[in-house]
């Protein structure tokens, strides 16, 4: 690799006389001095405690060590760049960077074993805004803050400054911060139109809180570091995609309906179902969480953990959901990677040494709020064959269509796997290994593309092997950071780092420390989740305490309406999952990914591209008749009103309950399409 790059490619390397830098299209992107060193390194000890997966983690850094003096070797192929702390001294770090047209890899090939803290600056400018590590909830714009990076329980309320996380803290050591997210990623994504990618499983701290440079911190020294640009955010995203895998598009029966989240057995679905289906509602799946069995805990309505049907919970089912299906509507479950001890499946997973051990070799019991479950082994090949066979058989052979994979963020770090790693450095990578079990199980039985599974948990690599992510267990409320409007930037982040299906629980899940769904709330929720790709309802942790589809008819009613116009854009959604599956773009878009120029978009959280035509801006607050949306240049039609708007400013609309403040662009070729979907009610 000469000194002087080529001029195709985007990164230039250039030798300093005390020390290099290299620039992306002639801006700087690393540098090295004396001065301003590009590495960290020390070792630190820390405390991880966690309970019901939400983990408090304190670092006592011993050492942080500048590597101050670089010595560089050049040649065709790679740069080889030593670190150390003193000039000629003891080498820290051996770095290997190769350069391609579009990106910049750096290997670290050599590290001194006694480290286990790195710091990796970027240069950065203060304009810069930054985005991705996974999904994140709070912010979409990451600058100003540091990131955690770390699977957990997001927590109940997820911001310190008010009463319900406060309770949850005090009483349930749950109440979650602003980074706290079932899916990190120690990816990101910069305005200057290039992705760092960070090779690792570690606990890592991405802190972007300087003018200057963004400081990457790794709990290891990681296998590499990746940086690739692109000349759109679209093409970025694509190449994101890429590199981590792409979703399968989304089955046919999906647009067919809402799938409508029922409990309580054969007699109460069917019961709901001729109602609702009376009323009008197209219904395109009903989602029975407890077809395996129920138990009730103090948090509320828990489900067994044994998975396979539940006859006496839900008599009859096999041939009722042949009946369905005729009907189109599919059933669909749920299973997670756990196994309750009260099961037949665990004595099947514990006599066959399926199951993670303690230190003294036992069982490892996990606590999961009155019950105990033992952890399938997915590092060991056998259990993962065994439980893919479960998959098969159980859910897949008995007739479902879909279920819910939950959880994989609750891996404990003090337990033993078959692999022998430590569960520290597999914590981040459970999510990945219980998605590819389910994708595995489909995949084998032919069944991709028919069978759709969504999950909450992920990590680097969950985008080609999960079929569809949900946005966790929001809490049933308006706030900022975990109620409705936290699906917004949860569906941006991770859309941008390829996982381009995304959608949530209608209405929220979590009811604790007063919080009760109200009808005003599912409807506005509703009302955001016709424009994503999937539509479902939750009935929550305390059903009697939330307000549920089928409250009143008033609700229904808003229901069945919203639930048309899904329908109806069915064309358009199917078209935006079929370009995922092929290109890796999602089907919500952040406004600056068709909008670059518009300095104003890169800082809207709260609104999203539906595709490249609709403009999409929910009422996240509660008692509004009217709503402010920003509306890029161009050319915008009100989607209900059919008035059209110039754009490039803020525009006030009416937005009464079933009227969601939604523009399309007026030289859409899906124009007509929008115009009838707006009709639908009259």
Same mark, same amino acid.
């Given at each position: 690799m000469?000194?002087?790059?080529?001029q195709?490619s985007?990164?230039?390397?250039t030798?300093?006389?005390?020390?290099?830098e290299?620039t992306?299209?002639?801006?700087?992107?690393?540098?090295?001095?004396?001065?301003q060193?590009?590495?960290f390194?020390g070792? %630190?000890?820390?405390t991880?405690?966690? =309970?019901r997966?939400?983990f408090?983690?304190?670092?006592?850094?011993?050492?942080?060590?500048?590597?101050?003096?670089?010595e560089t070797?050049?040649?065709?192929?790679?740069?080889?760049i030593?670190?150390?702390?003193v000039?000629?001294?003891?080498?820290y770090?051996?770095?290997?960077?190769?350069?391609g @047209?579009?990106?910049?890899?750096i290997?670290?090939?050599q590290?001194?074993?006694?480290?286990?803290?790195?710091?990796?600056?970027?240069q950065a400018d203060a304009?810069? &805004?930054?985005? %991705?590590?996974?999904? $994140?909830?709070?912010h979409?714009?990451?600058?100003?803050?540091?990131f955690?990076?770390?699977?957990s329980?997001?927590g109940?309320?997820r911001n310190?400054?008010?009463?319900v996380?406060?309770?949850?803290?005090?009483?349930d050591?749950?109440g979650?911060?602003?980074?706290?997210t079932?899916?990190?990623?120690p990816?990101?994504?910069?305005?200057?139109?290039?992705?760092?990618?960070?090779?690792?499983?570690?606990?890592a701290?991405?802190?972007?809180?300087q /003018?200057?440079?963004?400081?990457?911190?790794m709990w290891?020294?990681?296998?590499?570091?990746?940086i690739?640009?692109?000349?759109?955010?679209?093409?970025?995203?694509?190449?994101?995609?890429?590199?981590f895998?792409?979703?399968?598009?989304?089955?046919d029966?999906?647009?067919? %309906?809402?799938?409508l989240?029922?409990?309580?057995?054969?007699?109460?679905v069917?019961?709901? @179902?001729?109602h609702?289906?009376? &009323?009008g509602?197209?219904?395109?799946?009903?989602?029975?969480?407890?077809w395996?069995?129920?138990?009730?805990?103090?948090?509320?309505?828990r489900l067994?953990?044994?998975?396979?049907?539940n006859? $006496?919970?839900?008599?009859?089912?096999d041939?009722k959901?042949?009946?369905?299906?005729?009907?189109?509507?599919?059933?669909? #479950?749920?299973?997670n990677?756990?196994v309750?001890v009260?099961?037949?499946?665990?004595?099947?997973a &514990?006599t066959?040494?399926?199951?993670a051990l303690t230190e003294?070799g036992?069982v490892?019991?996990?606590?999961?709020?009155e019950?105990?479950c033992?952890?399938?082994?997915?590092t060991?090949p056998?259990?993962?064959e065994w =439980?893919?066979g479960?998959?098969?058989?159980?859910l897949?052979?008995?007739?479902l269509?879909?279920?819910?994979?939950?959880?994989?963020?609750?891996?404990?770090?003090d337990l033993?796997?078959?692999?022998?790693?430590?569960?520290?450095?597999?914590?981040?990578a459970?999510?990945?290994?219980?998605?590819k079990?389910n994708?595995?199980?489909?995949?084998?039985?032919?069944? @991709? #593309?028919?069978?759709v599974?969504?999950?909450?948990?992920?990590?680097?690599?969950?985008q080609?092997?999960?079929?569809?992510l949900w946005?966790?267990? $929001?809490?049933?409320?308006?706030?900022?950071?975990?109620?409705l409007?936290?699906?917004?930037?949860?569906?941006l982040s991770?859309?941008?780092?390829?996982?381009? @299906?995304?959608?949530?629980?209608? %209405?929220?899940?979590?009811?604790?420390?007063?919080?009760?769904?109200s009808?005003e709330?599912?409807m506005?929720w509703a009302?955001?989740?016709?424009f994503? /790709?999937v539509?479902?309802?939750?009935?929550?942790?305390?059903?009697?305490?939330?307000?549920?589809f089928?409250?009143d008819?008033?609700t229904?009613?808003h229901?069945?309406r919203?639930?048309?116009i899904y329908?109806a854009?069915s064309?358009y959604?199917?078209?935006?999952?079929r370009?995922?599956?092929e290109?890796g773009?999602?089907?919500?878009?952040?406004?600056?990914?068709?909008?670059?120029?518009d300095?104003?978009s890169?800082?809207?959280?709260?609104?999203?591209?539906?595709?490249p035509?609709?403009?999409v801006?929910?009422?996240?607050?509660?008692n $509004?008749?009217a709503?402010?949306?920003?509306?890029?240049?161009?050319?915008?039609v009100?989607?209900?009103?059919?008035?059209?708007?110039?754009? #490039?400013?803020e525009?006030e609309v009416?937005?009464?309950?079933?009227?969601?403040p939604v523009?399309?662009?007026?030289?859409?070729?899906?124009?007509?399409l929008?115009?009838?979907?707006?009709?639908?009610q009259?």
């Open positions: 000469r000194d002087q790059a080529t195709e985007r990164f230039q390397f030798k300093l006389e005390d020390g290099f290299i992306l299209r002639g801006d700087v992107l690393l540098r090295h001095t004396s001065a060193p590009l590495l390194a070792y %630190g000890e820390e991880m405690e966690m =309970y997966g939400n408090d983690i304190r670092d006592y850094v011993i050492e942080r060590i500048a590597l101050r003096y670089a070797e050049v040649t065709e192929q790679s740069i080889r030593t670190f150390s702390n000039k000629n001294g003891e080498p770090i051996t770095l290997e960077v190769k350069q @047209l579009r990106d910049l890899q290997d670290f090939i590290a001194n074993a006694a480290l286990n803290r790195l710091w990796f600056r970027l304009e810069e &805004k930054v985005y %991705g590590c996974g999904e $994140q909830m709070s979409l714009n990451l600058r100003g803050k540091n955690p990076l770390w699977t329980e997001p109940v309320g310190k400054k008010t009463y996380t406060w309770q949850a803290d005090v009483i050591k749950a979650g911060d602003y980074y706290t079932n899916y990190p990623e990816t990101f994504v910069s305005s200057r139109k290039y992705m760092c990618h960070v090779e690792t499983t570690a606990y701290d991405f802190d972007f809180r /003018p200057q440079y963004h400081e990457l911190q290891e020294v990681p296998s590499s570091i990746v690739e640009t692109a000349e759109s955010f679209l093409e970025l995203t694509s190449r994101i995609s890429d590199r895998g792409r979703q399968p598009e989304l089955p029966w999906t647009y067919n %309906g809402i799938w989240g029922i409990q309580g057995g054969t007699a109460v069917e019961k709901k @179902l001729e609702v289906l009376s &009323k509602l197209k219904v395109g799946g009903v989602w029975c969480q407890d395996q069995g129920k138990r009730i805990t103090s948090f509320g309505k067994m953990w044994n998975w396979r049907w006859p $006496q919970e839900y008599p009859g089912l041939r959901m042949q009946e369905w299906k005729q009907q189109g509507i599919r059933f669909l #479950g749920y299973i990677p756990y309750a009260e099961g037949d499946l665990f004595q099947t &514990k066959n040494g399926y199951l003294q036992e490892y019991l996990v606590d999961f709020g019950f105990y033992g952890v399938v082994d997915f060991n056998e259990a993962n =439980y893919k479960v998959i098969k058989e159980n897949i052979g008995f007739g269509d879909g279920w819910m994979a939950d959880f994989g963020e609750y891996l404990p770090i033993v796997l078959h692999n022998r790693k430590p569960a520290k450095l597999m914590h981040n459970w999510p990945v290994l219980w998605a079990v994708y595995e199980a489909v995949e084998e039985s032919g069944k @991709l #593309g028919e069978v599974y969504f999950m909450r948990a992920g990590y680097s690599g969950i080609q092997y999960c079929t569809l946005a966790g267990d $929001q809490s049933v409320d308006w706030s900022l950071d975990d109620g409007a936290s699906v917004i930037p949860a569906a991770s859309g941008l780092l390829g996982n381009g @299906l995304h959608h949530s629980d209608i %209405g929220g899940y979590t009811s604790l420390h007063g919080n009760k769904r009808k709330l599912f506005r009302e955001m989740c016709a994503t /790709p539509m479902r309802t939750h009935e929550g942790n305390r059903p009697y305490d939330c307000w549920q089928d409250s008819d008033e229904l009613e229901l069945v919203m639930t048309d329908a854009l064309p959604t199917r078209e935006l999952v370009i995922n599956a290109q773009i999602p089907v919500q878009r952040p406004l600056f990914m068709h909008y670059e120029h300095i104003r890169y800082d809207i959280q709260y609104q999203y591209m539906y595709g035509d609709l403009l801006a929910p009422v996240y607050q509660e $509004q008749s709503w402010s949306v920003y509306l890029p240049k161009d050319e915008w009100h989607l209900w009103t059919g008035e059209s708007y110039p754009g #490039g400013g525009v009416a937005a009464p309950l079933g009227c969601p523009f399309y662009r007026k030289s859409s070729s899906y124009a007509e929008f115009r009838s979907a707006a009709g639908i009259g």
